[in-house]
Structure formats: C-alpha cells, structure tokens
Nanobody, 123 residues
Framework: QVHLVESGGGLVEAGGSLTLSCAAS???????MGWFRQTPGKEREFVASIRWEGDNTDYADSVKGRFTISRDNAKNMVYLQMNSLKPEDTAVYSC?????????????????WGQGTQVTVSS
C-alpha cells in the first residue's frame, strides 16, 4: 500500500509562486511519480511526472517553463514548484504514484493518489 499526502496549496496572486509537496509512505522504491490537477466539471489533467532517478521529467505544454517537478527519495518527497502562476492554473492538485507500465501523461497509468490540495490564483 502507498499513502500520499499533499500540502502547500493556497491562494496566490497571478504571477506569484507556490511550491506543492507530496509526502509518500509505503511501497515507494523505484516508482515514478506525477502531479495532476482537476477543476469542477472537468477531467483530471496531467501536469508533470518524474522518474525514480529524478533525471527524466515530463510536463504538460500548459505549464512547461513555469513549473518544475523534483523529488527527494531519501525523504520520500515529491515537489512541484509553480512560478508565474495564472488564473487558469486554479485547480485541486494531486500527486500520484505511477504503475510500471503506461504513458506518463495518462491518469490510468497511476494507481495511488493523494487527496489533493487546492491552488487558487487570483487575477
């Protein structure tokens, strides 16, 4: 079993920054991790992913150049640094642990999810 807990969300003005954290426990060794976001009435959207070694990352086009995903395996932590935030970044952000197979951008490729943290960007 894997337990994921996100933190760091909040209210920020457009152009501001936030760093989200995801604390993982349980079976974590060797697994890639991802961040997704969701707004009411919409499907969950891929944001970023990172391999276990931390040397290979993927980003949605909408956040590329503004967001940075990182991890500290010694602490079982995954982070999402969000800069130059826009009102359209407003969503509930969730971290997830990826299965060994499947595309990194696909919701179906992840089998453990946190409860999410709200990020609200005011204009």
């Amino acid at each position: 079993q894997v337990h994921l807990v996100e933190s760091g969300g909040g209210l920020v003005e457009a152009g501001g920054s936030l760093t989200l954290s995801c604390a993982a426990s349980g079976r974590t060794f060797g697994y890639a991790m991802g961040w997704f976001r969701q707004t009411p009435g919409k499907e969950r959207e891929f944001v970023a992913s990172i391999r276990w070694e931390g040397d290979n990352t993927d980003y949605a086009d909408s956040v590329k150049g503004r967001f940075t995903i990182s991890r500290d395996n010694a602490k079982n932590m995954v982070y999402l640094q969000m800069n130059s935030l826009k009102p359209e970044d407003t969503a509930v952000y969730s971290c997830a642990q990826k299965k060994y197979t499947g595309f990194y951008y696909s919701v179906n490729s992840y089998d453990y999810w946190g409860q999410g943290t709200q990020v609200t960007v005011s204009s």
